[in-house]
């Protein structure tokens, strides 16, 4: 349950911050890069203490997996984030781009 907890941890993480993200990235593009860079760094930290608390509260034998399979969920997580901001920030918007 613990992996699939982690899953869903940073499926819900992600969607949240990507939403927020995406939500003014053409009208604001210097908001944009604010969001981005606070996103990244409220998840990392947020990470860290999860982290953090998977090591001490997990049983014997059990810290380093749970630790290596967050940290792994962790970095294709980022990949898939950055991946999809970066591809949704390069689309044509505005009314020019309808046409």
Same mark, same amino acid.
């Given at each position: 349950? %613990? +992996?699939?907890?982690?899953?869903? *941890? *940073? /499926? /819900?993480?992600?969607? %949240?911050? %990507?939403?927020?993200?995406?939500?003014?990235?053409?009208?604001?593009?210097?908001?944009?890069v604010r969001r981005f860079m606070l996103g =990244?760094? =409220? @998840?990392?930290?947020?990470?860290?203490?999860?982290?953090?608390? =998977?090591? *001490?509260?997990?049983?014997?034998?059990? /810290?380093?997996?749970?630790i290596l399979c967050f940290a792994l969920l +962790?970095?294709?997580? =980022?990949? +898939?984030?950055?991946?999809?901001?970066?591809?949704?920030? @390069?689309?044509?918007?505005?009314?020019? /781009?309808?046409?």
């Open positions: 349950w %613990v +992996y699939l907890a982690e899953v869903a *941890f *940073f /499926a /819900a993480v992600t969607w %949240v911050l %990507v939403s927020w993200q995406e939500r003014n990235m053409h009208t604001d593009p210097k908001g944009f =990244l760094t =409220l @998840k990392m930290l947020g990470c860290l203490i999860v982290m953090t608390l =998977l090591a *001490f509260l997990a049983p014997p034998g059990l /810290a380093v997996p749970w +962790y970095l294709a997580f =980022l990949a +898939y984030s950055v991946a999809r901001l970066m591809k949704r920030s @390069k689309q044509p918007h505005g009314p020019a /781009a309808t046409h």
